[in-house]
């Protein structure tokens, strides 16, 4: 067994799991005895840090009561993201963990790193002292291979294992750890008890995201206006930022469409970090190659009848001004000229 720090630091290990069975607590126990308030208040910390720094972040851990209430808090945190039931703080949260985790792992020695990839269903041969040989599917299930460094033809193969460093075996685990956690808490149950005992803080904390939410829909952005976008980029744009699952196709007509409208990287990027599972490097990578920074050429944003084609066409959302058109970018400018003549003179 992992010592108690160890555990805390880590509570989605199995280990975890089973030193909190072992002590034969019950759900209810938890949400209301008096001996785990501090668990509870450490579980809604969990969470806002996850919200507002993208982190759930350390706390101090002096004693072992303060890391039995660290380990048990991270069951209840868990509790409490599915009782807000919002698609954008689940994936936040998920990343959030991951994230922690992989903060402390690159510190840690490679025998412990091991352990967790294993833990990973990651597997691996030919430990070294600064390397590791991870097989190739597991790899291309959690590497981000769209960046060079990642790309498989920068990497050494052998009988289809790769050969990578131990702190880009942790960047894999991040990504593992993200997305077995997003899955459980997509199919963790609530109950009536959790919603009870944490009434105040799912109000509250729904409160956030949909302030959240009415402000990323409202608020205009450098030369764009969401309020004049087409229901199809703005049903895309809402979809990404409350960290729903939108397919390419629709991440490239929304990018190319604002190309097209004059913004630059940098204001794209900012549309695009309201994500729950934003990353940068990635995004980046992406932006710059539609728009022509990083490739042959700028692309071009679909038209009406393609973005039928694509699915991405809300038809119950049709308006007057999408029958007078053929293209986003039509209705975006018909739009602005509506509102200039709307606009009274001074």
């Not at 759930?56 to 009782?83: F, G, K, N, W």
């Amino acid at each position: 067994m992992q010592p108690i720090q160890v555990l805390a630091t880590y509570p989605f290990l199995n280990e975890a799991k089973k030193y909190i069975k072992d002590q034969q607590l019950t759900i209810s126990e938890l949400l209301t005895g008096k001996l785990y308030e501090r668990a509870r208040t450490v579980s809604v910390e969990r969470v806002n840090n996850a919200l507002t720094t993208g982190n759930v972040q350390d706390r101090q851990l002096a004693t072992d009561t303060d890391r039995m209430m660290e380990i048990y808090s991270y069951p209840l945190a868990r509790m409490l993201t599915t009782a807000i039931n919002d698609p954008y703080l689940t994936r936040r949260y998920a990343l959030a963990e991951a994230y922690h985790a992989y903060k402390h792992l690159i510190t840690e020695p490679t025998n412990f790193i091991k352990q967790i990839a294993t833990e990973q269903n990651i597997y691996y041969k030919k430990p070294q002292e600064n390397t590791i040989s991870i097989f190739y599917k597991d790899y291309l299930r959690y590497a981000p291979t769209q960046y060079k460094k990642w790309k498989m033809v920068n990497r050494d193969m052998d009988h289809g294992y790769i050969t990578i460093s131990y702190k880009d075996i942790s960047r894999l685990i991040l990504e593992a750890i993200r997305t077995k956690m997003l899955t459980e808490l997509e199919h963790l149950q609530t109950n009536d008890l959790i919603n009870s005992i944490f009434s105040a803080e799912i109000t509250r904390f729904r409160i956030i995201l949909n302030q959240k939410r009415k402000k990323m829909e409202t608020a205009p952005i450098g030369k764009l206006d969401i309020e004049k976008l087409p229901p199809c980029l703005k049903d895309t744009l809402t979809a990404i930022q409350a960290g729903e699952n939108v397919p390419h196709i629709g991440r490239f007509a929304l990018v190319s469409f604002l190309n097209t409208v004059g913004m630059n990287i940098t204001e794209i990027l900012k549309l695009f970090s309201t994500a729950p599972d934003y990353q940068e490097e990635r995004t980046r990578y992406q932006v710059e190659h539609i728009t022509g920074t990083t490739s042959a050429t700028a692309y071009k944003s679909p038209g009406c009848s393609k973005m039928r084609t694509y699915g991405l066409c809300p038809t119950d959302k049709i308006d007057d001004t999408c029958r007078k058109t053929n293209h986003p970018l039509s209705y975006y400018n018909i739009r602005w000229k509506q509102q200039k003549k709307e606009k009274p003179p001074t």
